[in-house]
T-cell receptor, first 115, second 112 residues
């Protein structure tokens, strides 16, 4: 089946630092990737849609200068949380849509803790 | 705006019983509907995807039905096992890129 990986699986950082999270589609090409954020006991909240080779489209209320998204290839998208603060602590999940298909496959998530 | 609702929010059944999970959506003009499973602290696992032209989709003990006219989908899990304990989410795309609108999920506990 289609596999999406995320790295790192968890990260702890100090307030003010930047953290980069990678999302890779391992065995398929993904023209579109999505980044979600999930708070405890809540459903996923879409942050942005990332299309290969173009700028990401951010959802309302999501700061594009704080959450930098790059989708440089058909198998890799990155989310950089810049100048992270404790309120950015959350579970970040990416998904990838198979090129030419409808189904989305999700990564295992990255737990970010900002001290 | 598409809204997706899942009822019940939580469900506990003894092992061996069949599970019935409901998902409703307000805009029937959907491309497809996808069911996912999420274990605590993990990402989502895709279970089934039903295209808008299909009425049901089956995979092993799982069967999902789709009734677009009434805006409903049901996920059936036959002969539940403790390993089926998880949160089940349904989602529909809201644009051609595939941006998903999720329901809040149904938390399932299957007791041995």
């Amino acid at each position: 089946g289609a596999v999406v990986s995320q790295h790192p699986s968890w990260v702890i950082c100090k307030s003010g630092t930047s953290v980069k999270i990678e999302c890779r589609s391992l065995d398929f090409q993904a023209t579109t990737m999505f980044w979600y954020r999930q708070f405890p006991k809540q459903s996923l909240m879409l942050m942005a849609t990332s299309n290969e080779g173009s700028k990401a489209t951010y959802e309302q209320g999501v700061e594009k200068d704080k959450f930098l998204i790059n989708h440089a290839s058909l198998t890799l998208s990155t989310l950089t949380v810049t100048s992270a603060h404790p309120e950015d602590s959350s579970f970040y999940i990416c998904s990838a849509r198979i090129a030419g298909g409808n189904e989305q496959f999700f990564g295992p998530g990255t737990r970010l803790t900002v001290l | 705006k598409q809204e997706v609702t899942q009822i019940p929010a939580a469900l506990s059944v003894p092992e061996g019983e069949n599970l019935v999970l409901n998902c409703s959506f307000t805009d029937s003009a959907i491309y497809n509907l996808q069911w996912f499973r999420q274990d605590p602290g993990k990402g989502l696992t895709s279970l089934l995807l039903i295209q808008s032209s299909q009425r049901e989709q089956t995979s092993g003990r799982l069967n999902a039905s789709l009734d677009k006219s009434s805006g409903r989908s049901t996920l059936y899990i036959a002969a539940s096992q403790p390993g089926d304990s998880a949160t089940y989410l349904c989602a529909v795309p809201t644009d051609s890129w595939g941006k998903l609108q999720f329901g809040a999920g149904t938390q399932v506990v299957v007791t041995p």
